[in-house]
């Protein structure tokens, strides 16, 4: 069975005693989750060292947004894999669209850095999904299948096993517009789909997480779909509520689905 994940991505929000707070009250609610639903925080990177304190020996995982795409060496301003690694970070968030359009990541780039991530025993959550302009022009197919295939596709089923995708569409993401769950399922099939092109039945094992406006409102719908493994929070990982709320839907889900297997 897949597992089932709810990743917070922080991006550029908080200080790092709100975001001690942050995670300690995320760590406070986390008991309501069902025990299948991992639960991720991905702080900034000054951030990491405290909020792993306050992670630690708790079924909280720990991410980084961000790493460098060398090893180590004259590279200012940069944060290489080994020290997210040595600070207790498990994940690493890798190709998000913003990192994708503000800051020039490249394909060829995405390759290198899920490649070095997964050396140190990081699981890179790796991002994919179309813009506005490609959705209206019937390409979303097309584009996450290129991400897929430019970055995946270049990894052994090993390396292949421990990557977690995230199907983020750019329209979608801080703008209130949520993909709706025919929209998200039909294209997680599709990922799920091209992926079985290259690694067969692991295809299967993968976990695709949906990002973009999810919250608590919307979460259920979601994650009932049968190719939607979770979801990837922005927003709404800023409140511990609505962080945990989206991961309580699981809990629903498996309710609904029992009583309609008693009717
Ligand atoms: P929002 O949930 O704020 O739309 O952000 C999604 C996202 O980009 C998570 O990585």
Redo the contacts with the bound molecule.
Sequence with gaps: MRKHIVAG?WKMNTTVAEGVELAKAVVEHSAQVPADVKLIIAPPFTHLYPVAEVVKGTAVGLSSQNCADKEKGAYTGEVAVNMLAGVGCEYV?LG???RREYYGETDAKLVEKVKLALAQGLSPIF?IGEKKEEREAGRHFEVVTEQVKNVLFELTPEQMANIIV?Y?PVW????GLTATAEQAQEIHAEIRKVLAEKFGELAEEISILY????KPSNAKELFACPDIDGG?????ALKAEDFIGIAVSFLLISCYFKVCSFL
């Excluded at 979608?172 to 703008?175: D, P, Q």
């Design positions: 991505n968030i998000h669209s913003e991002c995230a983020e979608a993401i801080g703008t990002g973009g406006s999810c990837l929070i922005g927003g709404a």
